[in-house]
């Protein structure tokens, strides 16, 4: 049993880590006031971005990680960039949200593959190599958590561990941190106090863009290495587990890492005697299942920003 | 009318944009549309099969249109498609009956199939307030996998993705219907699909059931204090809704194909939001637009045979459509723009007690 939990530990991380940053940019954006169902969109956005350049830089400059992490800065700016469009339809235009994270997405979805099918002819982008897994030194050594937690790493999952602590401690303690909620619950007493609403909306939905970018080039430099045109509703599962995770930083990494281990547990159940006795239909639709439960369990005492959604019309009282 | 002028300039607009994409990549738009049409329109069987990639599309719109009057939001198109097509399917593969009642028991199948995979969400928003979006995307995945492992157990075809065809006697496509189209996979279910334009118009404008779900999606409150019960209209709309995108999917795996692919949440339920919204939700506009986005689809296939511009140019064409008609606000401001200045001006030249009119 241990040698299982220890296999599987990694694969669920690294799994876990694309779903917990585009979560979090989801956070950012809900959070100011701005819902962002386009998360899909933004992951294939920054997946396209970070295959295409990381596929040409290759050639260019063979050694060395350096071409990678220049392949998620591309995608950070891609996705923002991507971002701007859902920012401008439903902070200046008032336009249904939902409807508008939706063209996100179709706009995403086909283009990419329209400009990878005219360059590559099968639409899939392929990279030579991506980050390499390493173990932490010493702390690999640590018996239990060594093994569990410092073996098999990629250096995109501390950085991503930094960022969710950097994010966390934004958003509770520094001044734009609480303008920011603050806008995603009363934007009309935000602006009252002086606050330009339309400004730190517009940020949140650029971070949701950045972060969302950076989840999907994680996915195409970790463990996929090839774009192919989608990143299997890993957006929509990120969605759902901001809500899960009742728009918290740290309810956001349980419920991702929830989500990463139900999904590792179901991808490797036939090769693990143990868990091939279950039928693996029932392990796959597990995490949806779940999901809907937490749902109606969380209904009660939501912590939805209160002006999620809506958009901000400043006469309103 | 403003509606449908604000659709035919999102629909402009996005066939420029379109157009600059085949620039942006080096191809002519000009002879990249000419086989655009052609490839959807040139004969009659094109038009056939341009037609039969409407039908399905015709449903989901309904679907997403009909759930939207109500103010739902139905994002699980897919999934309830992929649900009444394997109850469809299933009923194909294992009921012996003559035509007509088989046909019957599968439509009804697809139906149940389709409305029982949206009751889910609809009990979940009315009972417990659980958003919409978010429970109908679980439950497309739910779909999804519940497909990808009943059809190889029940019902394995020729390969491992895909389940046994259906006979002859089972599938929507007729004989007279494909001998008039010249070979066309045109089938029954574009009479259906008109069929539940007509009924869904009638019931959205005709009812007292229609009038309910509309006054619901308009304000869920005031609706509730005029003693109309909200919940039972959002399960009823969910059902309805579910039951139509269950029709689409009888439509496309018993009538456009003939066997259930595993694997593939089906695009057109993402593709029946577009189809709604560029049909500003009236059944007859969902009509009009799912047989636009049919002619991209089944023409982009012969555009990328002839010239060098890959397909996926209609789904990016029909992708930046539905952007400029979510932002039509921006469409409407400048027309009234242009409007008031016209209107302005008018009133420097007029005559000063016309003033305060109007």
Not at chain 2, 23 to 49: C, H, M, W
Not at chain 2, 124 to 147: G, P
Request: contains cysteine; charged residues 10%.
């Amino acid at each position: 049993m241990w040698t299982i939990i220890e296999q599987i530990f990694p694969y669920a991380i690294v799994f876990t880590i694309p779903l917990l940053i585009t979560a979090l940019g989801g956070l950012f954006s809900e959070r100011s006031g701005v819902v962002n169902i386009g998360l899909e969109g933004l992951m294939i956005a920054g997946a396209f971005a970070s295959a295409l350049s990381v596929n040409i830089l290759q050639d260019k400059m063979p050694n060395g990680s350096m071409v990678l992490w220049i392949g998620l800065l591309i995608a950070v700016v891609v996705g923002i960039l991507f971002s701007l469009l859902h920012a401008f339809a439903s902070i200046n235009l008032s336009a249904n949200q939902v409807i508008s994270g939706t063209a996100i997405n179709m706009i995403a979805m086909s283009l990419t593959v329209f400009l990878a099918r005219n360059l590559t002819g099968s639409g899939n982008i392929r990279i030579t190599s991506g980050f390499t897994p390493f173990d932490v030194p010493v702390l690999s050594q640590i018996p239990i958590i060594g093994d569990l937690l410092f073996t098999k790493t990629y250096a995109t999952t501390w950085f991503i561990l930094l960022v969710l602590l950097v994010s966390t401690f934004i958003l509770n303690k520094t001044k734009f941190g609480l303008r920011l909620k603050s806008c995603g619950e009363y934007p009309q007493a935000a602006q009252a106090a002086g606050i330009n609403v339309i400004k730190i909306r517009y940020m949140g939905v650029m971070i949701s863009g950045a972060f969302s970018g950076l989840g999907g080039a994680i996915i195409i430099l970790t463990y996929a290495g090839e774009f192919t045109g989608s990143v299997s509703g890993l957006g929509f599962l990120a969605l759902a587990s901001l809500i899960f995770g009742q728009w918290k930083p740290l309810g956001i990494l349980g419920a991702t890492l929830f989500f990463g281990f139900a999904s590792t547990i179901a991808n490797v159940s036939q090769v693990i005697p143990e868990l091939a006795v279950i039928p693996p239909i029932i392990l796959k639709i597990f995490p949806y299942v779940v999901t809907l439960l937490a749902l109606v369990v969380f209904s009660k005492s939501s912590q939805a920003p209160k002006a999620a959604g809506e958009p901000f019309d400043p006469g309103k009282r | 009318m403003r509606n449908t002028i604000v659709s035919l300039i999102s629909i402009i607009l996005g066939l420029i944009a379109g157009g600059l994409l085949m620039l942006f990549i080096g191809a002519s738009p000009v002879e990249g549309y000419t086989y655009l049409f052609q490839g959807a329109l040139k004969n009659i069987s094109r038009i056939g099969d341009t037609l039969a990639t409407a039908t399905p599309l015709i449903f989901t719109g309904l679907a997403v249109a009909f759930a939207f009057r109500t103010g739902l939001f139905n994002i699980g198109a897919a999934g309830q498609m992929l649900i009444g097509g394997l109850a469809a399917t299933a009923v194909a593969l294992t009921m012996d009956l003559s035509r007509p009642i088989l046909i019957l028991v599968m439509v009804l199948a697809g139906i149940i199939g389709g409305s029982l995979w949206a009751f889910i969400p609809g009990l979940l928003k009315a009972r417990f307030n659980v958003h919409e979006v978010v429970s109908t995307i679980m439950m497309n995945w739910i779909a999804y996998w519940v497909v990808y492992y009943i059809v190889p157990a029940n019902f394995k075809g020729g390969t491992e993705t895909e389940s046994k065809l259906i006979s002859e006697t089972a599938s929507l496509k007729m004989p007279l219907l494909t001998e008039m189209f010249q070979g066309s996979y045109i089938n029954m279910g574009i009479f259906f699909a008109v069929l539940a334009v007509i009924v869904i118009a009638f019931i959205i404008n005709k009812t007292t059931l229609g009038y309910e779900l509309k006054a619901v999606g308009f304000n869920r409150h005031a609706a509730e204090y005029a003693g109309m019960r909200v919940n039972r209209n959002i399960i009823l709309s969910m059902l309805i809704s579910g039951a139509l995108a269950g029709l689409g999917g009888v439509a496309l795996y018993t009538g456009n194909a003939s066997s259930m692919q595993i694997g593939i949440l089906p695009s057109q339920g993402y593709d029946g939001i577009a189809v709604a919204l560029l049909g500003a939700n009236s059944p007859i506009g969902v009509f009009f637009a799912a047989v636009l986005f049919g002619i991209l689809y089944s023409g982009t296939g012969f555009m990328n045979a002839m010239i060098e511009i890959p397909p996926e140019l209609a789904n990016t064409i029909i992708a930046i459509i539905i952007y400029f008609a979510a932002t039509s606000v921006l469409i409407q401001r400048v027309f009234n723009k242009f409007r008031n200045t016209k209107t302005n001006s008018n009133d420097v030249a007029g005559p000063v007690g016309k003033k305060g009119e109007s």
